[in-house]
């Protein structure tokens, strides 16, 4: 089970934006975070739980390993309004967190 | 490049079977990769089903198990998933999507299908 919080945020831009992931057991640090715009499929941002995808900007990071992860945006802004889940693929089945809505103010 | 596209009724009555398709271009459908199938029902969070691989080796989620059937067509490049005895809670925005063989993650998506159950 991945539990992810908080469940919403709504933040001004130029914030930083927190969210946490904890996994029930050990995962290592196969662990993925993901965007999904409203309407749209998700997009993976960050894989084994801090390798940046390419094209991917680098306001976003992520860190980690085990059970606890951090997700990371340095300097929101318009364009991240979205919400985020992260993912195991440590173990089947795949889990995804429950996800965080990201506001824009 | 390489696109999944879903495709399938987008309503189905309860007790009849879901069939949805991918059809898989840009990239054959033969190589290191596992193509998947996660859903999502309104406004909630995403739901792993299960995967296959090119040689029929498949991987379902427990909780579907009993239900699901996906299959592989290789010489159309594409890849199908059947649920069994559907009811409301099946109800969903299904999607596609690719992931290469290993410890990875889901790396490219289908634009999504919405499925309705209702009679």
């Known amino acids: 089970v991945m539990t992810q919080s908080p469940t919403f945020l709504s933040v001004t831009p130029g914030e930083k934006v927190t969210i946490t992931c904890q996994a029930s057991?050990?995962?290592?640090?196969?662990l993925y975070w993901y965007q999904q715009k409203p309407d749209q499929a998700p997009k993976v941002l960050i894989k084994?739980?801090?390798q940046s995808i390419s094209g991917v900007p680098s306001r976003f990071s992520g860190s980690g390993s085990g059970t606890d992860f951090t997700f990371s945006i340095s300097s929101v802004g318009a364009e991240d309004a979205a919400t985020y889940y992260c993912q195991q693929g440590s173990k089947h089945p795949l889990t995804f967190g429950g996800g965080t809505k990201v506001e824009i103010k | 490049q390489v696109q999944l596209q879903e495709s399938g009724p987008g309503l189905v009555k309860p007790s009849d079977t879901l069939s949805l398709t991918c059809a898989v271009s840009g990239y054959s459908i033969s190589s290191t990769y596992w193509w998947g199938w996660i859903r999502q029902p309104p406004g909630k969070g995403l739901e792993w089903i299960g995967y296959i691989y090119y040689s029929g080796n498949t991987y379902y989620n427990p909780s579907l198990k009993s239900r699901v059937t996906m299959s592989v067509d290789t010489s159309k490049n594409q890849f199908s998933l059947q649920l069994r005895s559907v009811t409301a809670v099946d109800t969903a925005v299904y999607y596609c999507?690719?992931?290469?063989?290993?410890?990875?993650?889901?790396?490219?998506w289908g634009q999504g299908t919405m499925v309705t159950v209702s009679s």
């Open positions: 999507a690719r992931k290469r063989d290993g410890y990875n993650p889901f790396d490219i």
């Open positions: 057991e050990g995962i290592g640090n196969y």
């Open positions: 084994y739980a801090s």
